[in-house]
């Protein structure tokens, strides 16, 4: 069965910190890699994708993605408390099926 | 800005009662997912549309729950009778298409079955 992995958390950062968020997947023909924050009580919206293998940088987010060891990561710079939330990282397997891990949940501390 | 409109929010509802939800994707959008969520856990998908037609509802409890898109556009997802089990988030998606296309949220349905 097809598996994405994260931590469950909580995560604690400081605020000002650098949050390391991590996820492994176990389809190797995965192709796209999403990565989404979920509020509390509220419904997933989408912080970064990425396809290629290397780093992606939007604002203060960082995808990275090493697709031979099946790893996909995010980096969230320079952390506020607005960025406590749970963050669910999706794979689109080799079926274009969306494949969520159970989402790691970080808290900022101020 | 274009966005996924789902009603209600919340429903509370006993069990063995009817409940549906409503979903209007993101406009042009052509498949349309809908996912349970259950607390702590990621999304599930109960079944996904293309245009009209189902193409994956494997994880669908069929016995009591049924989802229709008739027209392509709208969907509405029922669970009928509702158990004390179905609490959860119910999401709604869509997407422009099936392949890397990405995945838009609307806000969701909390229910609660008493």
């Known amino acids: 069965q097809k598996e994405v992995e994260q931590n469950s958390g909580p995560l604690s950062v400081p605020e000002g910190a650098i949050a390391s968020l991590n996820c492994t997947y176990s389809d190797r023909g995965s192709q796209s890699f999403f990565w989404y924050r979920q509020y509390s009580g509220k419904s997933p919206e989408l912080i970064m994708f990425?396809?290629s293998n290397g780093d992606k940088e939007d604002g203060r987010f960082t995808a990275q993605l090493n697709k031979a060891s099946q790893y996909v990561s995010l980096l969230i710079r320079d952390s506020q408390p607005s960025d406590s939330a749970t963050y669910l990282c999706a794979v689109k397997d080799s079926n274009y099926q969306l494949i969520w891990g159970a989402g790691t949940k970080l808290i900022i501390k101020p | 800005e274009a966005e996924v409109a789902q009603s209600p929010r919340y429903k509370i509802t006993e069990k063995s009662q009817a409940v549906a939800f409503w979903c209007d994707p993101i406009s042009g959008h052509a498949t349309l997912y809908w996912y349970r969520q259950i607390l702590g856990q990621g999304p599930e998908l109960l079944v996904q549309?293309?245009?009209?037609?189902?193409?994956?509802d494997s994880q669908l409890p069929k016995d009591r729950f049924s989802a229709e898109r008739l027209k392509g556009v709208d969907s509405t997802l029922k669970i009928q009778p509702a158990e004390l089990g179905d609490s959860a988030m119910y999401l709604c998606?869509?997407?422009?298409?099936?392949?890397?296309?990405?995945?838009?949220f609307g806000a969701g349905t909390r229910l609660s079955v008493l």
């Open positions: 549309f293309q245009d009209e037609s189902v193409v994956d």
């Open positions: 990425i396809y």
């Open positions: 998606a869509s997407s422009l298409g099936r392949g890397e296309n990405i995945q838009y």
